[in-house]
Structure formats: C-alpha cells, structure tokens
C-alpha cells in the first residue's frame, strides 16, 4: 500500500511540474458590430487567471486573437497573461486600408491553451456592407 501512495503522490508531482499551471477565463464584453460603410470593427474582452497546479512550470497563458471572414483568418494578436486573479481588459481591432470600407462578414476566435486544455471562444458576426 505505502508503494501505491508513493507512486500516486509522485504521478501527481510529475505530471504537476510538466505543464501549464494557469487556468485562463475569457470573456467577451464588447461585441464587434457591423453596419454600412464600416472602416473599423473592434471587440473588448476581459481574462483573468487561476493557479491550477502551482509550481507546474509554465507561468504563462498566451491568447491568440484571429479577426475571421468566410475565406479565412485577416489579421492576428497575441495576448499574454501571467497570474492575474483580477480581469483585465484589452480591445482588439480590424480596419480597412485608407481610404477603403470593410464588405464581408467578420467575427473574433480567441484561441489558448492552459492547465484545463484547448479553448476557443468566437464573438458575434459583424456585417459589414458597402451598398
């Protein structure tokens, strides 16, 4: 029996030290919102973190921020978060070239990954049109 817990206990330590110790939640607060002659399109969203596993390691949470049409991903930002227990917001932004309006479909994917797994979180669509 004593081996058991020792092998339990060191499972636990191991699998601890080796990977992500944050736990990361992300919410969006500010939608992107479409309309005629749309020149930029932003969305806000708060994250904060929760220690999972702590001593695991990696003290780090990097979020991926993709602005998506129907043909695919236009422009990325990555986000960094450490341990932050408190919410802390950023806004991410699309704009057209000068001089130019936004014409398709657009929406946010937020992708990380931490201690829980994989995550993705997709804002609302925002039609932009240029009648």
């Not at 030290?17 to 932003?42: A, D, R």
């Not at 999972?52 to 930002?77: D, F, S």
Request: glycine share 8%.
């Amino acid at each position: 029996m004593k081996k058991l817990w020792f092998f339990l206990l060191a499972g636990c330590f191991l699998g601890c030290t080796q990977k992500q110790e944050l736990s990361l939640t992300l919410q969006i607060t500010s939608q992107p919102q479409g309309g005629q002659y749309v020149t930029t399109l932003s969305c806000t969203f708060e994250a904060y973190t929760m220690e999972v596993c702590p001593g695991g390691g990696i003290r780090n949470v990097r979020v991926l921020a993709y602005w998506m049409t129907a043909q695919g991903n236009h422009k990325e930002t990555e986000y960094s978060f450490g341990p932050t227990p408190d919410p802390i917001s950023y806004t991410t932004t699309f704009s057209a070239p000068p001089g130019m309006f936004l014409d398709k479909t657009f929406w946010v994917e937020f992708h990380w990954q931490d201690a829980n797994g994989s995550h993705v979180v997709k804002s609302q669509e925002a039609v932009c049109i240029v009648p």
